[in-house]
């Protein structure tokens, strides 16, 4: 019943300067560039199996964290799977099996480390059965692209830019450090663990309706030379200072879209006054960054890990942490889940 099967496990990660907006929802093509680092601990573990059988989507099996999906998890896992199948020439269906090593309430998008692990497992599993002209990890990466943009920066381990492009082969992530370069760490303070009510995906289709997006998308140029140039001097003071600017500016064209966007909570809001008091009257040397969700992802080096921990735990409104530094490039495994 099944032809040929394959496990991947792909990173989460987090972005200094952030992608919002799209230009082309087809291609998912961005409106600006970004820049990320892949998360040790955050990872999605994956294992494609090619069945025989009828080729209709329907027939593909998506199982996350021991859960039958349906829905929009299932629909976006079918067209990444029938980009897949028209590159390869199949029509077979799959079963996959994926599940994460964070809650889905962290605050971390799995949709990067889901979609990555996916697309290297589909991709792989077609080598196994023998399959000499699998995409390339290059290839890979733009497929797993239009399922979820920041999983084309999941492909690469350590500190990742993806450039925006002007088209599918121009819109690529590429390394800028490895993991060993910089032990940065990312202290994800969980805040809320309800699911959040508008999706990243359907979110960027309204950046442009903000009057603030223009300017945003003209300032990211900077902020991503500012943030290369830190990275490359594992200079903390000059990538925190514009990771909280570059999220700041990202919330306001989000709160300033049609309708608003609004995913910072009481709790997010307070942190941030809290994390700026630690570093401007206590000197500490943290900063915060926040996707789209009210949970902050607390910056520090390594030094401060525990101490950062440490307060974050204490803090009423956190409900839990979560300690990332620098992650790996996905990784095929020899096990699978069946
Ligand atoms: C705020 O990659 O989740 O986290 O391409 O629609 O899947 P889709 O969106 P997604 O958007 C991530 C948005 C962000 C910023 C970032 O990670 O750069």
Redesign the pocket.
Same mark, same amino acid.
């Given at each position: 019943m099944y032809r040929c099967k394959a496990t991947c496990r792909a990173h989460a990660n987090i972005?200094f300067v952030?992608?919002?907006g799209v230009v082309d929802s087809n291609l998912?093509l961005p409106a600006n560039g970004?820049l =990320?680092m892949t998360l040790s601990h955050a990872h999605s573990t994956t294992t494609v199996a090619w069945m025989d059988g009828s080729p209709t989507g329907e027939a593909d099996i998506l199982v996350i964290d021991g859960k039958e999906q349906s829905g929009s998890a299932h629909r976006r896992t079918v067209s990444l799977l029938d980009r897949i199948r028209t590159a390869m020439g199949i029509h077979w269906p799959a079963h996959v099996e994926s599940r994460n090593s964070f809650p889905a309430s962290a605050g971390i998008?799995s949709?990067?480390s889901g979609f990555c692990a996916l697309t290297v497992a589909a991709c792989q599993a077609l080598a196994a059965g023998g399959r000499r002209d699998i995409p390339n990890r290059l290839h890979q990466a733009r497929l797993a692209r239009r399922a =979820?943009?920041?999983a084309c920066r999941s492909f690469q381990g350590g500190f990742v830019e993806w450039s925006a492009g002007v088209d599918d082969t121009t819109s690529v992530a590429c390394q800028v450090a490895g993991p060993d370069h910089w032990p940065l760490h990312d202290v994800v303070a969980v805040l809320d663990a309800d699911p959040k009510s508008v999706s990243?995906?359907d979110g960027?289709r309204l950046a442009a309706t903000s009057p603030l997006q223009e300017e945003r998308v003209r300032q990211v140029q900077s902020h991503l030379n500012t943030a290369r140039a830190a990275i490359r001097a594992r200079d903390l003071k000059s990538l925190g200072e514009i990771s909280e600017r570059d999220a700041m500016l990202?919330h306001a064209v989000m709160m300033s879209s049609e309708p608003p966007l609004l995913f910072l909570n009481e709790g997010s809001v307070a942190l941030m006054r809290q994390i700026r008091d630690w570093r401007l009257q206590e000197g500490l040397e943290v900063y915060f960054t926040v996707?789209?969700g009210p949970n902050l992802h607390v910056l520090c080096n390594e030094a401060n890990v525990g101490e950062v921990s440490h307060r974050l735990a204490r803090w009423p409104s956190v409900q839990d942490i979560l300690v990332n530094g620098p992650g790996p490039a996905p990784e095929l495994r020899n096990s699978h889940f069946f």
């Amino acid at each position: 019943m099944y032809r040929c099967k394959a496990t991947c496990r792909a990173h989460a990660n987090i972005a200094f300067v952030k992608y919002w907006g799209v230009v082309d929802s087809n291609l998912n093509l961005p409106a600006n560039g970004s820049l =990320s680092m892949t998360l040790s601990h955050a990872h999605s573990t994956t294992t494609v199996a090619w069945m025989d059988g009828s080729p209709t989507g329907e027939a593909d099996i998506l199982v996350i964290d021991g859960k039958e999906q349906s829905g929009s998890a299932h629909r976006r896992t079918v067209s990444l799977l029938d980009r897949i199948r028209t590159a390869m020439g199949i029509h077979w269906p799959a079963h996959v099996e994926s599940r994460n090593s964070f809650p889905a309430s962290a605050g971390i998008a799995s949709s990067a480390s889901g979609f990555c692990a996916l697309t290297v497992a589909a991709c792989q599993a077609l080598a196994a059965g023998g399959r000499r002209d699998i995409p390339n990890r290059l290839h890979q990466a733009r497929l797993a692209r239009r399922a =979820s943009g920041s999983a084309c920066r999941s492909f690469q381990g350590g500190f990742v830019e993806w450039s925006a492009g002007v088209d599918d082969t121009t819109s690529v992530a590429c390394q800028v450090a490895g993991p060993d370069h910089w032990p940065l760490h990312d202290v994800v303070a969980v805040l809320d663990a309800d699911p959040k009510s508008v999706s990243s995906h359907d979110g960027h289709r309204l950046a442009a309706t903000s009057p603030l997006q223009e300017e945003r998308v003209r300032q990211v140029q900077s902020h991503l030379n500012t943030a290369r140039a830190a990275i490359r001097a594992r200079d903390l003071k000059s990538l925190g200072e514009i990771s909280e600017r570059d999220a700041m500016l990202m919330h306001a064209v989000m709160m300033s879209s049609e309708p608003p966007l609004l995913f910072l909570n009481e709790g997010s809001v307070a942190l941030m006054r809290q994390i700026r008091d630690w570093r401007l009257q206590e000197g500490l040397e943290v900063y915060f960054t926040v996707d789209a969700g009210p949970n902050l992802h607390v910056l520090c080096n390594e030094a401060n890990v525990g101490e950062v921990s440490h307060r974050l735990a204490r803090w009423p409104s956190v409900q839990d942490i979560l300690v990332n530094g620098p992650g790996p490039a996905p990784e095929l495994r020899n096990s699978h889940f069946f």
